[in-house]
C-alpha cells in the first residue's frame, strides 16, 4: 500500500486510521528521549573495571618509571603505553599522536580557534576576518557545524552519498582559494553510518587544493564502534603520503564511547609538520593533559585485542537495538513507499530520510507524542535542512521495548505527515 | 662584612675565597633543579587515597542521582556538590563557579583566546587585531606573560611592591583605553609570595577604567596554600559590587598544589553577566568537563575542613623546606649586604632580589655547578627583568638537605657575581 498510489479518499480513510492510532499513544502519556548519541547503562557498565586499576603505588608511574601523578614536561603528548596502543588500534602513526584532554570535540575547537588566531604553515597568517569556507558533508554532525558558524566561517554543504561526501562537488569546491577545509566521520558517520569508500578517501588525498593550507579535520571517532561487522576504512595517512598531502589532514578521535562519555581520553593525530606547527601555542594554553586517566585506560585495555574485545561487548548491547530501529522501520515504514535509512553498520545513528518536506512535522508529531528526537535540521549546516526530509535517531540510550514503541510512534507520525501532505497536494 | 663597604683589596681576597668555595662544589658534580613549583613525592602521596573513593557503582552519582559516568547537560558547570565546597572552601558565590578541566592555566588561555575572537559584553567585538594592553605586575608568573605575548597583547610591567601591585601607576594606567586587564596571582603571587593588601583589592575594584572591557584576571592558584599561617585575602567579588564593578573579575584556581598536578580540578568563577556572556562560546567548545574527577576530589575531601587539614599536612612539608631557604638566605646573603626575599608566608616560591646587574651571572654560575634555577627574567614581561636583579626559587621539590645545599651555592654565586661587579664599578 504505497501512499503515493492512493486515492484521495483512500489518503482520508489512512489518515483517520492514523489519527486514532496517534490519540491511542497519546492516552500512553510516552516520555522518551532519542536526541543524543549516548551509550546506555549497560554500556557504561562496561567499564567499571578501570576505576580499580590504579591500586598499587607503582601503577602511578609510566612503564619508564615517570610520575603521572605531577608535571611532566615529557608527557607532553601522553602517555607512550597509550599513545602505542592508539597508534595500533587507530592505525596511524604513534609518533603522530598527541594526547588530549576528555573531548576531541574539544581539541578540534581548540585547533579551528588556533587557525583562526594564528593561522597555517604556508597559509597567509590568521584566519580571523577573512572570508574562509568549509566543506560540510550533509546530513552531518551538528557540533560541528557549530564549531565552524561560531567562528564565522562558511559553511558549504556537500551531499553525503552512500560511499561518502560527493567527491566530483568537492573536487570542484576546493579550486576556490576560500575553500580551506572540509570536516567530515568518515567511518559510521554520524548520522548516516556512511563509511567513506576507499575510492573517497583517496580522491581526497590526491585532490588539488587551490588554498595552500586546506585541511581536513578527519573525526574518526566510530573508527571502532562496529555493531553488525567491522567495515574497512582506507587509511587516509598513508594515502595522503602516497600524494604528498600529509598536511592536510587533521586527525581525531577519543575513548568517549569506548568507556565513558565525557571522561575519556581524546587525541589527534598530524604530521611532523603539523605538530612542529601547533607546540608552541598548545604549550602556551596547556600545561599537559592528565595522565591518571590515561594510565587507567591504559592498564584497563593492556592490549589492542583486549580492546576490539571490549569494543565487542558493546557492539552486542547496540546490535539489540540497532535491530529493533531495522525492524520497526522496515514493518512500519517501507510497505507505505517511505523513508531511506541506510542500514548503518556501525556509529551511533540511523539518518532516516522521509518524504520532502515531512520531517518538521514527524518532528512535531513526535513531541506532542512524548518522544523527543534530536532537532531537525541539526544535521545541516546553519541547522536548515533544504528538504525538510531529514531525521537523526539516536537508539543506544533506551531499553529495547522503550525503542521499540518510540519508533513505532516515529513510522505513525511520518505516515500521518506524508500522507496529509499528499492530501493537500 | 657588608660588600658594599669593602675595599678593592679586600674585595679581591674575598673573590678569591669565593672561587675556591666554587671549585669545591665543582668537584661534587650537583644535579640540583628547582626550576618549577612542583610539590614533592611527600605531597603527592597525601592525595593518594583520592584515586579509591569511587568504588561502589553510587559512587559515581552525584547526591541527587545523576550519573556521572557519561555526558549530563546540566552538570556542564560542575558537580554540584564541588561547587559548593570550592564556594566555600575560596569564598565565592557558588553560582558563580564554572569547573573547567585540569588546569586553570588552561582556562585562562582559553578566557583569553574567546575573548580576542568574540570580544566582550560592553565592548568594542573581538580583541584580534586591535592594540590590547595589559598590566602586569612584575616579578609575576611566567606562564600568564606567555599565553598575553602569544595573543598579542602589549604588557605594561607594574612594580609589585609588599602589598601588592603598585596601585599609584596603575590608577594612572588604566585611564588609557587601550589598557584592557591587569594579570595577577594576589596571594602568596607567583613569585613573590605577596599577598595583596585589603587597600590594594579595595582600590582594584574601586577604580575607574577607560576601556567598558577591563578585565582583571585573577589567578588564586595559593588561596589556601599557606606555609607558615594563613593570611587574609579580601574578598574582589565583595569589594566590586561595592563598587558595581563585578564584571570586571575573571576568578581563577585549582586543585592542583591540593592534589595533583595536571591531575586535579580547574575552576573559574564570574558574574551573572559574564557566565551568559561565555556560555555559547563555550557549549561550541566543550561537551563539559570530566565529572568523574570532580567526584573523586569531593568525596576525597568531603568537607571544607577537611580540605584544610590537607593543606595543613602540606604546609608541614613544604614548612620544612621554606625553613632551609630563610635560614641559608639569613647566614649567606644577608651578613654581606646581598638579598631580599620578602619572607613569604605561603605559596610555592621565593623571589630573590640581588643587587642589580648581578642575576644574570649568579644564575650562570649555578647553572655550571649544576643548580638549575628559574631563567632569570622568566618572571618579567617579554623574559626581561630590567634590572637583571631577580631570581625566582621553586624550593618544593627537592629534599631538604638537597635545598640546603643548592641555596648554599647561590649564595655563594650571588656573592661573587656581587663582588665582581663591585670590583669592576
Redesign the interface.
Known amino acids: 500500500m504505497k501512499y503515493l498510489s492512493l486515492t484521495k479518499d483512500e489518503l482520508r480513510s489512512e489518515i483517520a486510521s492514523l489519527s486514532a492510532q496517534i490519540e491511542a499513544f497519546k492516552a500512553q502519556r510516552l516520555n522518551l528521549t532519542m536526541a ?1 548519541g ?2 546506555c ?1 549497560e554500556q ?1 557498565d562496561l ?2 573495571g578501570m ?1 580499580d586499576v ?1 591500586a598499587s ?1 607503582e601503577d602511578f608511574f609510566t612503564a619508564d618509571g615517570r ?6 614536561a615529557t608527557l607532553f603528548d601522553g602517555v607512550p603505553e597509550l599513545r602505542r596502543l592508539f597508534a595500533e588500534v587507530f592505525e596511524v602513526p604513534e609518533e603522530y599522536i598527541l594526547i588530549g ?3 576531541s ?2 581539541m578540534i ?2 585547533t579551528m ?1 588556533r587557525i ?2 594564528f593561522g597555517l604553515p604556508g597559509g597567509d597568517g ?1 584566519w ?2 577573512k572570508k574562509v569556507k568549509f566543506l560540510c558533508p550533509a546530513p552531518g554532525y551538528d ?1 560541528h557545524f ?2 565552524l558558524e ?2 564565522g566561517i562558511e559553511m558549504i554543504t556537500v551531499n553525503m552519498l552512500a560511499d561518502g561526501p560527493d567527491m566530483d562537488v568537492v573536487e570542484e569546491a576546493v579550486k576556490d582559494p576560500d575553500v580551506r577545509g572540509l570536516i567530515c566521520v568518515p567511518k559510521y558517520s554520524n548520522p548516516t553510518g556512511v563509511v567513506f569508500s576507499d575510492e573517497v578517501v583517496r580522491r581526497l588525498a590526491a585532490m588539488k587544493t587551490a588554498a595552500p593550507d586546506f585541511r581536513i579535520i578527519w573525526d574518526n571517532a566510530y573508527a571502532i564502534h562496529y555493531v553488525y561487522e567491522e567495515q574497512h576504512l582506507a587509511n587516509i595517512f598513508e594515502l595522503c603520503r602516497e600524494y604528498g598531502t600529509e598536511d592536510r589532514v587533521f586527525y581525531f578521535s577519543s575513548t568517549s564511547k569506548i568507556t ?4 575519556g581520553v581524546a587525541f589527534m593525530a598530524m604530521s611532523p609538520a603539523n605538530t612542529k606547527w601547533m607546540m ?2 598548545l604549550k ?10 590515561q594510565l587507567r585506560h591504559v592498564k584497563f585495555f593492556g592490549t589492542a585485542e583486549k580492546m576490539m574485545e571490549h569494543m565487542g561487548l558493546h557492539a552486542q548491547i547496540m546490535r539489540r537495538r540497532f535491530d529493533v530501529v531495522n525492524e520497526v522501520f522496515s514493518q512500519g515504514l517501507a510497505p507505505y513507499g517511505i523513508g531511506e535509512w541506510g542500514n548503518p553498520k556501525g556509529g551511533y545513528f540511523f539518518s532516516l530520510n522521509l518524504p520532502d518536506g515531512t520531517a518538521k512535522k514527524t518532528f512535531e508529531l513526535c513531541g506532542q507524542l512524548g518522544v523527543v528526537l534530536t532537532d531537525v535540521g541539526a544535521t545541516y549546516p546553519y541547522g536548515v535542512d533544504p528538504r525538510d526530509c531529514n531525521l537523526r535517531i539516536a537508539p543506544t540510550f533506551p531499553k529495547p521495548e522503550e525503542l521499540r514503541k518510540a519508533m513505532e510512534v516515529l513510522c505513525v507520525c511520518a505516515r500521518l505527515a506524508y500522507a496529509e501532505k499528499l492530501l493537500a497536494e
Chains 1, 2 share one sequence.
Open positions: 543524543r549516548i551509550p547503562a557504561l567499564s567499571m576505576n590504579l603505588r610520575d603521572c601523578r605531577t608535571y611532566v584532554g576528555n573531548s570535540l574539544n575547537y581548540d580557534a583562526m588566531l590568521p580571523f576576518g557540533r557549530k564549531i561560531t567562528l565513558f562519555p565525557g571522561n608552541p601555542a602556551t594554553q596547556s600545561i599537559g593533559p592528565d595522565k591518571l586517566n
